[in-house]
């Protein structure tokens, strides 16, 4: 975890009993390891930084391992509160980068 860029340690008692609830930062980073159920198995490192305006970045890193294919496709699943009506995607494929941006409902994964 990181809180404007300083990585502090886990936040759990007694190191988060120091905050108040009070504090506030311009952005915070949440990055989580997963291992894969494949054999070999090998991990994938998800940040999630969401800064004070709202605007949320995913970064993943998918670390490969000998015996294993190439990553074909890889998905997350945000569950939010409440409805989003525009989205902002950002994705690399083959190499290449590709922006978009619209109504959730224009959007489909077709790709899939």
Known sequence: MAIDGQT????IAPENNRYSG???AQEVTVTYTYQTITTP????EVSYTIQASGKIRVAVTYHG???LPSL??????FVMPTPADALYLSRVVRGNL???NGLVS???PGYL
Request: charged share 15%; glycine share 8%; aromatic share 4%.
């Open 72 to 77: 074909p496709v890889f998905g997350l699943r």
């Open 41 to 44: 198995q090998t991990t994938v």
């Open 22 to 24: 009070q504090e506030t």
């Open 65 to 67: 391992q000998a015996g």
């Open 8 to 11: 502090i340690p886990l936040p």
């Open 98 to 100: 590709s922006r978009s």
């Open 106 to 108: 224009t959007k489909s």
